[in-house]
């Protein structure tokens, strides 16, 4: 069974702080994804990556950025929250064609 | 542009009526396509794929090329199948990259 684990189910951050979200696939998958999912906008993609160290923008990766330093991590970086980011986030990983496996989310709430 | 449309935000029918939520797709060549649902507090999990064209907890979608619709379907709807569904579409690009729609919350009354 594919397992895809997130670092924190709920967080809860200041404005300006330094946060970091990780993702960890247990299935050898090539690509990694973070998302974040909000009411009425459904799931929109934030940042990809289909391989160590190479990643990719989303359709809304301003105000983060995202690290890929080993196959099975990888992790979503708020540089300076900000309470327009307060949302639940997911990550995603997937090989190059079938579905994508997601994590169970984290609940962020930016102060 | 590649893109995928779930005109129902809502969807609300009986237990036991028919139940189908619309998703259509712009794009040109051949499609793989996905329905995902995610049930209250649980992670978003893939319901069926176009290309298996198999049926899981009774629903079903079928590719229809010439309309470029994937509508999921079931004959009879149970109140456990109230969650939130997504339709994800991929046309051609790499990476295992999806494009989604914006979700239908389909709530099924006793």
């Known amino acids: 069974d594919v397992k895809v684990t997130q670092s924190s189910r709920y967080l809860v951050k200041r404005t300006g702080e330094k946060v970091f979200l990780e993702c960890v696939q247990d299935?050898?998958?090539?690509?990694m994804f973070w998302y974040r999912q909000d009411p009425g906008l459904g799931l929109r993609l934030i940042y990809f990556s289909y391989d160590v160290k190479m990643k990719e923008k989303g359709d809304i990766p301003e105000g983060y950025s995202v690290s890929r330093e080993k196959k099975e991590r990888f992790s979503l970086i708020l540089e300076s929250a900000s309470t327009n980011q307060t949302s639940m986030y997911l990550c995603?990983?997937?090989?190059?064609?079938?579905?994508?496996?997601f994590g169970p989310g984290t609940r962020l709430t930016v102060t | 542009a590649q893109r995928v449309t779930q005109p129902e935000k809502l969807l609300s029918v009986f237990k036991g009526a028919p139940v189908e939520l619309k998703c259509n797709y712009s794009y040109s060549g051949s499609p793989e396509l996905f329905w995902y649902v995610q049930y209250s507090r649980q992670r978003l999990q893939l319901l069926l794929r176009?290309?298996s064209r198999e049926s899981i907890k009774g629903f079903t979608a079928d590719l229809n090329k010439g309309e470029t619709s994937f509508h999921l379907k079931k004959p009879f709807a149970q109140e456990e199948d109230s969650a939130m569904y997504y339709c994800a579409f991929r046309g051609g690009t790499s990476y295992g990259k999806l494009t989604f729609g914006q979700g239908t919350i389909l709530t099924v009354h006793p």
């Open positions: 995603a990983s997937s090989w190059d064609r079938g579905g994508q496996y």
């Open positions: 176009h290309i």
């Open positions: 299935m050898d998958h090539e690509n």
